[in-house]
């Protein structure tokens, strides 16, 4: 699977060498996997010691705390703890550089220069991946292969930190965006947190019909409303961290299924000129989505054939490389 | 994979002995196959005979009208076409009783009366199946396996045409579920016609934003989205006849998302009693999703293993079997 060299111990070719994972949940402990996998050193921190006991049990390296600083440290805490925990292991000389992989990004590099923390070796990052189930029993080494993984450096962020970062995430097998903070979560919002919410609502109806009905429901309600299983306390926190651009791209939305009401009631008039007006109206919503959704990439590893990883290059936006002041 | 024992030909076990399919798109050739393989003499019609005949090649029946009239006609055309369909074939003497499988029941059975139908020899269907795809290439003899199958009796149902049906359903393999033909559009409206509309909103909505920006999306984002690419042209029609009903259901989903706007909104709000106020109502309301989710029944043939068919027991409503009166 993997296109590296073996690992040779001791002259290994990647300058990340040693790696400290804080939290091994289910993101942590999959990074902790894919990196041992590739010869790092690699340690496991949790706040709870027996947790770290089990990634270790799994093969993701060693449980417990580095003798000496190790090359980057990744914070795969919650996000409202990435700050405390970033300060924190900074003082304590855990690391040479950080990085984490919180689903939000402007919000933390905020709290971090509110902090005092040392922005010039710290880079905030996500990965576009997760599961179902969480926890380190669900982890896997493959779990962000040919997946994006952003990287949001600020103008603070020292090129060894985004070097070690950017080696990071080649070795557990992703691909590199970069981006700013600020375009990171209003994306998210859009892709990520705006779905969540309009297929919990979704959802939410299912509460009131009876049973009976719920058996005329395909594979299409199904789909729109899987992501809608997702822990309520952890979106919330979610939710919360980026509330301002979810807020702003639900009201866009709000506009828009106005427009598809008011389509809906033309069709539903017994004047036919009504019903054309309707009909082209919602024709035009009904090939906008076909059009939106056909651009979305193939998701690598989302299906065992057919499925074409993205393009290697970075993305960056038009108007130029991150300098997002934070 | 059948419960039934080898059709004999000349004394088969089932009273359905002679069908035909009136459009031999994915549907129509599906529900051929299945009823040929189980000894069911088929015959195949479409405004298009290179399309019957193609179905005839794929082992689904006989392309053309039968000599004399057979037991049950299955109209599998667009819903538009079906009442057109159902009074010509009718007049034509093409079987002793007929169904469809339009998404929607309650517009066909009142066009049904109005144009003069004998209504005691036809009853509303709709099988809960399909595939991205169409066209009879598409077609499978095990569509319908497990899947839920509803007809919607009226009150002028003859009781040997809802036996033929109830035996269709059977030899597909499919699950019956009666209810009036009110309580099926309200709920599709709710379980189809309403996420359909709500996908598209969100496909449309990734029209804008740039190429880079879209490697930020998940399998969360793909799932809400996916039946967004069904044709725009059928799925104005599907929800053209049923507009009110899709049109009330929306406009209920639009209250829900003020209350999650707001919920945001707060949650924004530098006021920490703001704060807590908007992360309750939002914890409401993706908790209510989960819970609403959950209730979803699992879909036969939607998972290799693990998938649970639906309880056989036809589904009535509480407030009794349909009465509705065309």
Redesign the interface.
């Known amino acids: 699977m993997s296109e590296l060299p073996e690992p040779t111990g001791e002259h290994p070719r990647s300058p990340l060498r040693s790696v400290a994972v804080v939290g091994t949940g289910l993101i942590g402990t999959s990074v902790a996997l894919a990196l041992t996998a590739q010869g790092v050193t690699t340690y496991l921190l949790d706040q709870d010691p027996a947790v770290a006991r089990t990634a270790e049990a799994l093969g993701a390296g060693i449980a417990g705390r580095p003798d000496r600083p190790v090359d980057l440290a990744v914070l795969a805490v919650p996000p409202s703890r990435i700050v405390e925990a970033l300060a924190q292991q900074q003082a304590a000389g855990l690391a040479h550089s950080f990085t984490d992989v919180a689903s939000v990004k402007l919000p933390p590099q905020r709290a971090a220069v509110a902090a005092g923390c040392d922005l010039g070796r710290y880079v905030g990052g996500?990965p576009?991946?997760?599961r179902e189930r969480s926890g380190p029993l669900a982890a896997t080494a493959d779990l962000f292969h040919g997946?994006?993984w952003?990287l949001t450096p600020s103008v603070r962020t020292g090129p060894r930190t985004l070097h070690l970062a950017t080696e990071l995430i080649r070795l557990c097998g992703a691909?590199l965006?970069t981006?700013s903070a600020d375009?990171?979560d209003r994306?998210?919002a859009?892709?990520?947190h705006?779905?969540?919410?309009?297929?919990?609502?979704?959802?939410?109806?299912?509460?009131r019909?009876?049973?009976?009905?719920?058996?005329?429901?395909?594979?299409?309600?199904?789909?729109?409303?899987?992501?809608?299983?997702?822990d309520?306390?952890l979106?919330?926190d979610i939710?919360?961290s980026n509330?301002?651009a979810?807020?702003s791209?639900?009201?866009?939305?709000?506009d828009?299924?106005?427009v598809?009401?008011a389509a809906?009631?033309w069709?539903?008039d017994p004047d036919p000129a009504q019903?054309r007006r309707?009909?082209a109206e919602?024709?035009t919503?009904?090939?906008?989505?076909?059009?939106?959704?056909?651009?979305?990439?193939e998701?690598a590893g989302?299906a065992a054939s057919g499925g074409q990883p993205?393009p290697s290059a970075p993305?960056?936006?038009?108007r130029g490389p991150a300098r997002a002041r934070p």
């Open positions: 996500h576009m991946a997760g997946r994006t952003v691909e965006v981006m375009l990171h994306t998210v859009l892709t990520s705006t779905p969540h919410v309009l297929a919990s609502l979704m959802a939410g109806r299912l509460t019909p009876e049973a009976g009905q719920l058996r005329l429901s395909g594979q299409g309600l199904r789909d729109v409303t899987r992501v809608a299983l997702g309520p306390q979106w919330t939710l919360r509330a301002g979810v807020a791209e639900l009201r866009e939305v709000a828009d299924l106005a598809a009401v809906l009631e069709l539903d019903q309707g009909a919602l024709h919503i009904l090939a906008s989505g076909v059009a939106g959704r056909s651009r979305l990439p998701l989302a993205p993305f960056r936006p038009a």
